[in-house]
């Protein structure tokens, strides 16, 4: 089994920044590609940026320029700057992970608890 663990969610300002954390822990023999989902109540869940272990990155349309995903692979962990935040960037954000865990060719998808991020003067 694989655990991932969210952290750095909170309130902040508009124009504000926050940077969220998640550390992948468990019986992993290699994490293929993590990423940020984020969902508001009613909607589908949104990608926000992903990144696979040769370090190619994706990001949404709507957080291009603003927010910037990377990770350390020594530590399986996964981390998300968000800059110039705006009321619409409020939602609870979700950390994705695809593992090979040790004793299998089987890759699965793991999802973190999710963190609140609330953009709110």
């Known amino acids: 089994q694989v655990r991932l663990v969210e952290s750095g969610g909170g309130l902040v300002q508009p124009g504000g920044s926050l940077r969220l954390s998640c550390v992948a822990s468990g019986r992993i023999l290699k994490i293929n590609n993590m990423a940020w989902y984020r969902q508001t109540p009613g909607k589908n869940r949104e990608l926000v940026a992903q990144i696979n272990n040769r370090d190619e990155i994706d990001y949404g349309e709507s957080v291009k320029g603003r927010f910037t995903i990377s990770r350390d692979a020594a530590k399986n962990t996964v981390f998300l700057q968000m800059n110039s935040l705006k009321s619409d960037d409020t939602a609870v954000y979700y950390c994705?992970?695809?593992?090979?865990?040790?004793?299998?060719?089987?890759?699965?998808?793991?999802w973190g608890q999710g963190t609140q991020v609330t953009v709110s003067s």
């Open positions: 994705d992970a695809f593992v090979t865990e040790l004793g299998s060719w089987d890759i699965k998808e793991y």
